[in-house]
């Protein structure tokens, strides 16, 4: 069952890793062409209020809901009521969302003040960015159907199609980029167009798919049907389980709004890059997880529960905690070999570094909230995760107010990180408090072996990397090359170590006692 695990959870992230590939592409195309200015700044926000919604609803309280009760369907009820479930929730669904995009449309210019306030002392950037926010809004309608459609999929062990389908947002915005935009008036109105023709393209993709495994939906109103009333009690809670995160940011994207023009942009690039090995592994762990823990509880298998949620916070570990020191190592490199083109020139380099070294500290903490909360949401506890993270809500708010001060945007991201460690504190002391996760033996060898395979990392990076002004003065090409190199010295030298201290494969395999 570990084996099928780590194939489910490999194939996941080798297709999140072509989803960040091309998003990289996406970026650095994005910085050549349009730098980091007010019309960036103005795009990201149009583009991170009906992302934020989407991450919420749709990737946040849905999934978390969903998943569980699907796969109590699959194990406990006919195929026929299965597929009842699934009409009854896409009509559901699609009813709601699409009445929230009209408001959204409609209410644009509010939207704009509540999120990003500070943009009313330039009437032109407030107006621009109200108008893609009225292209970009119906993105939620279409993006969220198909994490609907990917909940299906994954819960029917089909996880390479949802996994792989940001890829074709990826591609369809670069082809915005280049082809569209400068047909556009305002060039960077072209993006907001390319997220909306995007979320067609993914929902038309899923389709087929769902066919092949026979739940292709024929919506239809339930709201009174016993299925999607289980859901909407589950989402309640867990819409304020998973807003955490997001409101987090927003609340950063908001006090950006008030410093100096660019703060959006560096906050955006720096987010961008924690999120790739976030997305490849934390949250394909999750992902693959979460059917997985659903079906054990169900079955009230509580000792393979346990030892399913210590499989995943081994692997959280052994990947997170070197990507983390990685990232605050090379994220000027990073920053200066992907996006000084053009546009994004040393100052946003050396602006977006301070951030990305704050966000960076933070990328163990995202990655082990992503494994825990699954240990909640497989329950169908979603109060759990809501008392903790209105915690770290609060208690980012309060970071934030006392670090924007002295470090600016640098402050913000140093917020988001620091809170997200105490969320996920939380979570772990609430699963070991109730006796849900039960650690298994050899956790002290473990993470000592950690330490001094992360230690042998770090020295070989830290050796090699040099000053930030080496970068920015070196061509394209001797940044790639040599940031190449590093990551490749600092993946064997890890590898190497892992071997080296005794962690083997088959120490990570889930064995059943």
């Known amino acids: 069952m570990s084996k099928a695990l780590l194939k489910s959870t490999g194939i996941v992230s080798a297709m999140t890793s072509l989803s960040r590939v091309t998003g990289f592409i996406r970026d650095m195309v994005y910085a050549q062409m349009f730098g980091a200015g007010a019309g960036t700044d103005a795009f990201f926000v149009a583009f991170r209020i009906p992302n934020f919604l989407r991450r919420l609803f749709a990737e946040g309280a849905f999934s978390q809901a969903f998943v569980p009760v699907f796969s109590e369907y699959q194990t406990q009820h006919s195929p026929q009521e299965l597929k009842e479930l699934v009409d009854q929730v896409a009509g559901t669904l699609g009813a709601i969302l699409l009445l929230i995009s ?115 939906p024929r919506p239809r109103w339930g709201w009174a049907s016993q299925g999607v009333q289980q859901i909407l009690k589950l989402m309640v809670p867990a819409l304020f389980g998973s807003s955490v995160a997001q409101v987090n940011l927003l609340i950063d994207t908001l006090v950006a709004s008030f410093l100096v023009s660019g703060s959006v942009s560096w906050l955006y690039y720096s ?132 670090l924007v001060w002295p470090l600016a945007h640098a402050g913000l991201a140093l917020a988001t990180s620091l809170a997200a460690y105490l969320n996920a504190g939380l979570l772990f002391y609430n699963l070991r408090q109730r006796g849900i996760y039960q650690a298994r033996s050899g956790w002290p060898k473990f993470l000592l072996q950690l330490l001094l395979a992360n230690g042998v990392m770090g020295a070989v990076i830290g050796f090699g990397v040099g000053d930030l002004d080496s970068w920015l003065q070196a061509s394209a090409k001797q940044r790639l090359w040599h940031l190449s190199g590093l990551i490749l010295a600092g993946g064997a030298s890890y590898l190497l170590a892992v071997l080296a201290v005794g962690i083997r494969p088959r120490h990570l395999l889930l064995r059943q006692d």
């Open 271 to 402: 987010d961008r890059l924690v999120e790739f090995p976030l997305g490849i592994f934390g949250v394909a762990l999750g992902t693959v997880i979460l059917p997985k823990l659903s079906r054990q509880h169900a079955n009230a298998e509580a000792g393979g529960f346990s030892q399913t949620l210590d499989w995943a916070l081994r692997w959280a570990l052994l990947i997170g905690v070197p990507a983390t020191i990685a990232l605050i190592l090379l994220s000027g490199p990073m920053l200066s070999a992907l996006f000084q083109y053009g546009e994004f020139d040393a100052r946003d380099v050396a602006m977006s570094t301070r951030s990305l070294m704050a966000f960076a500290l933070g990328l163990t903490a995202f990655m082990l909230i992503k494994v825990l909360a699954p240990g909640f949401y497989a329950r169908k506890d979603t109060r759990s995760p809501v008392k903790y993270g209105l915690i770290a809500m609060g208690a980012n708010t309060a970071l934030v107010l006392t």
């Open 102 to 216: 009209a408001i959204g449309v409609v209410a644009a210019p509010i939207l704009i003040l509540l999120f990003a306030p500070g943009f009313t002392t330039d009437a032109t950037k407030y107006d621009l960015t109200v108008e893609m926010l009225r292209i970009t809004f119906p993105y939620l309608l279409f993006i969220s159907l198909t994490a609907f459609a990917g909940g299906v999929l994954n819960s029917c062990g089909k996880f390479a199609i949802p996994a792989i389908t940001p890829v074709l947002l990826n591609l369809t915005m670069i082809a915005a980029a280049v082809w569209l935009a400068p047909q556009m008036e305002r060039p960077v109105v072209g993006l907001a167009w390319g997220v909306f023709i995007a979320g067609i393209i993914q929902l038309s993709f899923q389709i087929p798919f769902l066919r092949q495994v026979k739940l292709l």
